[in-house]
């Protein structure tokens, strides 16, 4: 039997998938775990830290949303770090501190250092027993402090989530992003089955205080300087907890550029942050975070540019002999639709590439449907949604692998930089 | 502090892989059997249908029935049709299979090259008891591997066929069959030493040819012009 180096590639790529479906399938039908939850008798302070760097366009809204939040304003404390900004963020801000001046709003201006520096600044500020981060085109639901708290009844829970979902998406773009981070927030729910969450993102992640404050707080100059928080906290043992009841909306990039923007700094910096944590990769001290969290984000990419390659070999290839042919006889479709080659067998499908597809689409198709049910919602709202939805679960996937082919050779580059 | 770890869901986890990959194998075998099964039919259908194209040669040459060549020739072209697709079918099926077959492919592809290289001889007998103006082709191939363009000139071919249809006659051969005696006269006798080359009745034409220049060749070969190589000139 000759296996090809191509054909050893493929099998591993096939065998590794099908490992990491089949574990996640088995984590779904498992039961969760309650957990012990804080009486909200006595309502903890909390400080909400609101980092802003050229936010004019969101900061205001950002800022009624928090101001509207269902909690004692005796009990909240809002944090607002201008990191430097050159538009009117400051003013605008400055404008909220004055018509609110019952509402305990600080604007702290400080030279720009990033979003890992305002956050350290606001944390040592904080009075809070729990501090929120809030990005600032990020919008809170009233009920999200309330809906998040409780989950903090065991002493050994770092930080609870909530849902995150795309602020009134528009555009294709925006749509498809929504689909991803609904699909995105049911695979952390089972990630949080057994505590693997491996990122608190930045909108109304709630931390308890004094945890952060212990660990250091957030690495300045960290690409995603929130998972890096969040590695140290799976690093030291807490819990991330992932609730789904509360919603956060945010704002998508809504252009492909931006989104490549985003995206090339969140997957190179979790490449990094995996490198900087390594020592926890299949720890069996680490349990399952190390065992299998890390390995698979640390494979998603490579495995995103092998299932692209492997596309793009099974479809352009071919595709791209058959326009050579066709040069060869100078394009002329009229005499081959005249002709029609009708010589269909059964036997001549390529069965691995038929199971394959239906494969995956079908468990795409089921993971859509259990993520909207899981945060119910439905799929279909409007005609268009049709064609957003087949995009999403057909062609999606392939705009975030030709990222990984730019964020890849990012990583590689700049290896002898930071490495 | 040592974290809660899900052993029992790892393990059984690649039970079940290695269960999807092990049904994923048993019925690739499957498929590859049904097709190595197929192949043998179809091939012992082909041996059937020579068989009686010799007896009807026969006929033809022993009593001098040229009036009966029309029909020969129609069975002529329908097989040869079959013929060029299950050589097609061979060689994918080949390239699809485990590894596990191999030696049975390689024999089913052995023995489907001297059905054709029957064929062809019995083409050749044929048209001269008939006196057809037909032209024939012999294409000599060799894997894609080995040869880029067999794939482009089988293309072209395959065009050329659909214009000409029946004044047309095309007989592929993979090289790789050294075992074969008579490709191998065949082989010395043209001097292939190049993939792919043609034998446009008898003139040797090395590498790849395109539409245009393959066309005006194999009409030259006509003793009178069929229709399709006028209107082309016209064009």
């Known amino acids: 039997m000759i296996l090809k180096f191509t054909n050893i590639i493929l099998f591993i790529v096939y065998i590794m998938g099908v490992y990491f479906i089949v574990f996640w399938l088995l984590t779904l039908v498992d039961k969760e775990k309650t957990s012990r939850k804080m009486s909200l008798k006595n309502l903890p302070k909390v400080s909400i830290a609101i980092p802003a760097y050229n936010e004019e366009e969101t900061i205001v809204e950002t800022l009624k949303s928090v101001i509207n939040l269902d909690y004692p304003k005796s009990k909240l404390e809002i944090i607002v770090i201008n990191d430097g900004s050159k538009d009117d963020t400051r003013k605008l801000v400055e404008n909220i501190v004055k018509q609110n001046t019952g509402d305990n709003i600080i604007l702290i201006n400080k030279e720009n250092g990033g979003k890992a520096s305002a956050l350290n600044i606001a944390l040592k500020r904080a009075k809070g027993e729990f501090f929120v981060t809030l990005d600032a085109d990020s919008f809170v639901r009233e009920d999200a402090l309330k809906k998040l708290l409780p989950h903090f009844g065991d002493k050994n829970v770092g930080v609870v989530l909530p849902l995150l979902k795309i602020h009134s998406p528009k555009n294709i773009l925006e749509r498809l992003q929504h689909y991803e981070y609904i699909i995105g927030f049911f695979y952390k729910k089972l990630m949080g089955k057994l505590n693997c969450i491996h990122v608190a993102p930045g909108p109304f992640s709630v931390y308890r205080k004094e945890v952060v404050t212990k660990l250091g707080g957030y690495k300045v100059g960290n690409l995603t300087e929130d998972q890096e928080l969040t590695f140290n906290l799976q690093k030291h043992h807490y819990k991330v907890i992932q609730i789904l009841d509360t919603i956060v909306h945010t704002k998508a990039p809504r252009t492909i550029k931006s989104l490549y923007k985003q995206r090339n700094r969140w997957y190179k910096g979790a490449m990094y942050n995996i490198w900087d944590y390594r020592k926890l990769l299949f720890n069996r001290e680490y349990g399952d975070f190390g065992m299998i969290q890390l390995p698979s984000v640390m494979l998603s990419g490579v495995l995103a540019l092998l299932a692209l390659a492997l596309v793009l070999y099974t479809s352009i290839y071919p595709a791209g002999v058959w326009l050579y042919n066709l040069r060869l006889i100078n394009f002329d479709f009229i005499t ?7 010589n269909l067998h059964l036997l001549d499908f390529d069965y691995m590439i038929i199971v394959t ?6 468990l795409s198709i089921l993971a859509l449907i259990l993520a909207h049910k899981m945060v119910n919602e439905k799929i279909f709202h409007k005609k268009t949604n049709i064609v957003s939805v087949f995009l999403f679960l057909f062609v999606y996937f392939f705009v975030i692998a030709f990222m990984w082919i730019g964020i890849a050779f990012d990583i590689i580059s700049g290896r002898k930089q930071r490495w | 502090m040592v974290r809660e770890l899900q052993t ?28 190595l099964q197929y192949v043998q039919r179809v091939s012992n259908e082909q041996r059937i249908e020579t068989n009686s194209l ?10 001098s029935r040229e009036g009966n060549c029309d029909a020969i020739s129609n069975v002529l072209s329908v097989n040869l049709v079959n013929l060029e697709r299950t050589r097609e079918r061979i060689e994918n099926f080949n390239k699809d299979s485990s590894g596990i077959n191999r030696e049975e492919f390689h024999l089913l592809t052995r023995e489907y090259l001297i059905e054709q290289l029957r064929f062809w001889l019995l083409t050749e007998e044929i048209n001269k008891q008939c006196g057809t103006d037909i032209v024939t082709i012999l294409n000599f191939y060799a894997d894609s591997e080995i040869c880029k363009d ?6 072209v071919l395959d065009y050329l066929k659909n214009i000409l249809k029946q004044k047309l006659y095309i007989f592929s051969f993979n090289t790789k069959f050294t075992e074969e005696p008579l490709l191998q006269i065949l082989i010395q006798n043209y001097d292939i030493s190049k993939h792919p080359t043609l034998i446009v009745s008898g003139e040797k034409i090395e590498n790849l040819v395109s539409r245009g220049e393959l066309f005006d060749i194999i009409c030259s070969k006509y003793e009178t012009k069929p229709l399709e190589c006028l209107k082309e000139d016209e064009l």
Do not use: D, H, K
Not at chain 1, 336 to 342: G, K, S, T, Y
């Open chain 2, 54 to 63: 010799e007896l009807q040669n026969l006929y033809v040459s022993l009593l």
């Open chain 2, 150 to 155: 067999c794939n482009a000139q089988a293309f």
């Open chain 2, 8 to 35: 029992r869901r790892y393990i059984l986890a690649g039970v079940l892989t290695i269960l999807i990959f092990v049904v994923g194998l048993l019925v690739g075998l499957l498929i590859e059997n049904e097709r």
């Open chain 1, 336 to 342: 081959l639709i005249q002709n029609p080659v009708i």
């Open chain 1, 357 to 362: 597809m239906i494969f995956t689409s079908s």
